[in-house]
């Protein structure tokens, strides 16, 4: 299990944490008004996620595993690729305790609870978006010791749980985590500077990733389908893949 792993000591939350979330929250939610995907405001509500206090794990969690079977579990901070994907392999998701002070509000380098809980959530309480994730981490177990294989999930994970774009009713709206929980990655997609691009598996595996800066590009799912599909591809295309040599000692 991973060491980075802790209780919610949800009681030792000040009143300014309790506000900052309270402010994130009802930022998130004008901005992201006829931007989001269904299944965001759908899982928002199922989660029993609101604006007038911080989010309980426990509560969190009997909600996700009462829909999807899935587990919200504390942890203190970033996790190695075998924690990480062996976690989201046994459809348990972390998420930090910590959120971000005031001082911090637009900008922060990890990923803090608002991130974690209200970027995150809403879509683990999708079936299909659930399923993906478990998906995605069990095949990342396999190639654990494939640096190249490790880069190509981890960009399938940036392009599309944290940045992704789907396409629904005619219109463009925003699914990934990254996008859902950060103003200025909303208001940088929104300005148009960063190119949209049609979500091809191909092209997704070429792209260099990074969450150290706003995004360069962003890829659309022509419909919920093509997550799933893509997933299962990219599983074909690691086990064809050439493995790693191993190195005498």
């Not at 970033?78 to 637009?106: C, H, K």
Request: hydrophobic residues 45%; glycine residues 6%.
């Amino acid at each position: 299990m991973p060491t980075a792993m802790l209780q919610q000591h949800y009681d030792q939350y000040s009143a300014q944490d309790h506000l900052v979330w309270k402010v994130l929250f009802d930022r998130q939610t004008a901005l992201l008004h006829k931007r989001a995907c269904d299944a965001f405001w759908q899982g928002l509500r199922a989660a029993g996620l609101h604006r007038n206090a911080l989010p309980d794990f426990a509560q969190v969690s009997q909600r996700l595993q009462h829909a999807t079977g899935w587990q919200l579990i504390p942890v203190a901070g970033m996790l190695n690729d075998a924690d990480f994907y062996g976690m989201l392999a046994r459809r348990q998701f972390p998420a930090t305790v910590w959120i971000r002070s005031m001082e911090q509000f637009d900008f922060i380098e990890e990923p803090d609870l608002f991130h974690g809980v209200f970027g995150h959530v809403p879509l683990l309480m999708d079936a299909a978006f659930a399923d993906f994730l478990q998906f995605l981490g069990h095949v990342a177990m396999l190639h654990l010791h494939d640096a190249a294989a490790l880069a190509r999930l981890e960009r399938l994970y940036g392009f599309a749980v944290q940045f992704g774009l789907v396409r629904e009713g005619g219109e463009t709206r925003l699914f990934g985590a990254g996008l859902l929980s950060s103003s200025g990655e909303i208001h940088h997609y929104l300005s148009e500077v960063a190119p949209r691009h049609p979500f091809e598996l191909a092209a997704v595996l070429e792209t260099p990733y990074s969450e150290a800066h706003l995004q360069d590009g962003y890829f659309e799912l022509s419909g919920w389908e093509q997550l799933t599909e893509s997933v299962a591809d990219l599983a074909a295309v690691l086990a064809d893949a050439p493995q790693p040599a191993l190195v005498a000692r």
